[in-house]
Structure formats: C-alpha cells, structure tokens
C-alpha cells in the first residue's frame, strides 16, 4: 500500500536525481589563456548532441557570440547525416554555396565538401563570402576524417584581429574600399555556370545586378565582373566593426610565385581570373597585403583535427583558413543565416 508521505517521498528522490541540461556537459578551453575558442564536451556517456542542442539553443547562441566559435568535441558522433542534423537543429534552413569562389562538392543537401584546393596549398585565413554582397552568419566544419599530417583549420578571433592591423593600412583601405576583378572561361578558374549555378545568362545578370556587380560578356563565352565592397562590417547583433574583406585572398600576391608567374605571363592585371584593387582601381601595395596576412597568422589560433569535431564559427567575429596536409582529409561544412548588404 502506498501511503501519501510515501508518495511525497517518491516525488522528492525523482527531483533529486534530476541532472540539468548544463551539467550534461563541461566547458573549457584549448588554451587557458585564450577563451577562443570555447569547448564544449559531454559529461555524460552516450550524450546525444542533436538531442541536447535542441533544449539549448538559447545557451548555444550567446555563447557563440561570446566566443566567436565552439568546438563540440569527444560525443558520440559520426556521418554526414547526424552532422546535418545537428546543423539544423540550431538552424533549420541551411543556405547553398552560391557565387563561389573555390571548387566543392555538395555530398548531400547543402552540405559540401571544405574547398578542394591541392592538399599541398595553404588556404589564408578569411571569413566565408567577405567579397559578396551575402554571406552565411554561421558556419559549421565537421572533421569525418583529419589528415595524417597537418590539415588544421587554423581560426583567428577578428576582435583580436583588427586592432593589431596597421591603422594607416585601415584608414586608406576605408578611404578607397576594395575592387574585386573576376574573370569566368579562362580555363584556369571556376566557370561563371560554377559561380552562379546556373547556364542561364540572365540568371547569372540578375545576380550581378542584385548585387551591384558590374558585369561584361566578352568572347569564347567569358564573363568579367566587378564590384567595390567595403573592407569593414558591422555585427548586426553586437555592433562591433571587423575586418571583413578578401583583398588578400584574391590579389594576385596571394598565388604561389610560380603559378603567379605563369598567370602573369598570360594575362594583364585586371583579366586575370580574380584579383583586387582599390576601390579606385589602384594597384593595392603588396606589403600591403603581406601585412594583413602575418596579421591573421599573429591572431590564430590552431589545433589538431580529432574525428567527430564539430567547429562552429560567428563568420562576423571568426576567420577561418587551412594548413597544407599529407594522406586523407574529410572536412564538410555547412551555411546558414545568409546576411544580405545589397548597399
């Protein structure tokens, strides 16, 4: 027979045992004295991540914006379609990878490989679409299988970033912005149906419309567009001004001197498959550049790639690049949140 004060008792010891969502996991930090990034990992066997995400996204968000990045590390995890799901948990609509940049394959919906450049290349730290008029808010990277050697994403904090950039360097860059020069059907980048996604030429105008590009089709079916971009934007929800350009990434510097040569060879300044300039249509000043790339290289912040991580990164407050690497590397990624500044 169960009697009220046994009930009361049962109710008392059921609460007691009770583990909050918070304690399900620890946080740290990969170095004591850099709270980028923050880690988050179980304290419990077995924890399902998609499960526990979805009762924190509130918590999972300010730290985020905290942070600028979270590493999920050590939970129960494999394959593209829990990674997908844990994606859209937090974020339900993922974005496609459109007006690119670099060659990937989508493996399933809206989810790509990393950018699929030789194994032996570095990849300059940078924040994901900073040359378009749109890019994703958020960004997740998923390691299915780190390299045998090397291939760390290194990731840099643009709080840290921006005040160690050459404030000369940053004013002139304010004064003139960016230019950036892409030419489609040379044979030796994307395709313009690559970038756009489409073999539709009016689709591809369109865009370029939308997005205050000057566009030109030329001969042979090649196109040349042309945008000026600031070299700065504003977190829509924090109100900090960051270091948000590719000016580094597609100036012709940033080839390895050999390719560089060749291209040069081949093509001026301004019909080379991607390059940039000052808004004015100057030459940008390749100490210039170098400066910037040292910079992000002084910010960043590297570690080993452990099957079953999962990066997410603010693309406002994180750059990301990559290291060169030997043997096998599986790295997908995922978008969301496209933020649009069409002025």
């Keep these: 027979m169960i009697t009220e004060g046994s009930e009361n008792f049962r109710l008392v010891s059921r609460k007691s045992i009770k583990v909050s969502q918070e304690e399900l996991v620890k946080l740290r930090y990969l170095d004591s004295d850099n709270s980028f990034p923050l880690v988050i990992e179980p304290n419990v066997d077995d924890l399902n991540l998609s499960l526990w995400a979805r009762n924190n996204l509130d918590f999972i968000d300010a730290r985020l914006l905290q942070h600028g990045a979270i590493l999920f590390r050590n939970f129960s995890f494999s394959g593209v379609s829990q990674f997908e799901k844990f994606t859209r948990t937090i974020c339900p609509e993922l974005i496609n990878y459109n007006e690119r940049a670099a060659p990937r394959t989508e493996v399933k919906d809206q989810i790509y490989t990393s950018t699929e450049y030789p194994a032996s290349h570095e990849i300059y730290l940078h924040h994901e679409m900073s040359y378009s008029h749109n890019w994703p808010t958020k960004i997740w990277f998923f390691c299915e299988q780190p390299a045998a050697e090397g291939g760390n994403t290194p990731i840099a904090s643009d709080r840290k970033v921006f005040p160690l950039l050459d404030p000369k360097i940053v004013n002139r860059f304010l004064e003139k912005k960016i230019m950036y020069v892409r030419n489609y059907g040379e044979g030796v980048d994307l395709s313009w149906q690559e970038v756009f996604q489409t073999r539709d030429r009016s689709v591809a105008e369109a865009y370029c419309r939308k997005a205050h590009m000057q566009f030109e089709w030329r001969s042979g079916d090649r196109l040349r567009t042309r945008r000026i971009r600031p070299p700065v934007v504003t977190h829509?929800?924090?109100?900090?001004?960051?270091?948000?350009?590719?000016?580094?990434?597609?100036?012709?510097?940033?080839?390895?001197?050999?390719?560089?040569?060749?291209?040069?060879?081949?093509?001026?300044?301004?019909?080379?498959?991607?390059?940039?300039?000052?808004?004015?249509?100057?030459?940008i000043e390749a100490d210039v550049l170098e400066h910037i790339r040292q910079t992000y290289r002084q910010a960043a912040i590297s570690f080993p790639w452990q099957t079953g991580d999962i990066l997410m990164l603010d693309n406002f407050l994180a750059s990301h690049g990559r290291d060169s690497f030997v043997g096998p590397r599986k790295i997908l990624v995922a978008m969301a949140e496209l933020f649009s500044d069409e002025g």
């Design 236 to 283: 829509p929800r924090t109100g900090e001004t960051v270091w948000f350009n590719h000016a580094h990434m597609f100036h012709i510097s940033s080839v390895e001197p050999a390719v560089r040569d060749s291209l040069l060879e081949e093509f001026k300044d301004d019909e080379l498959p991607r390059n940039a300039f000052y808004g004015d249509g100057t030459p």
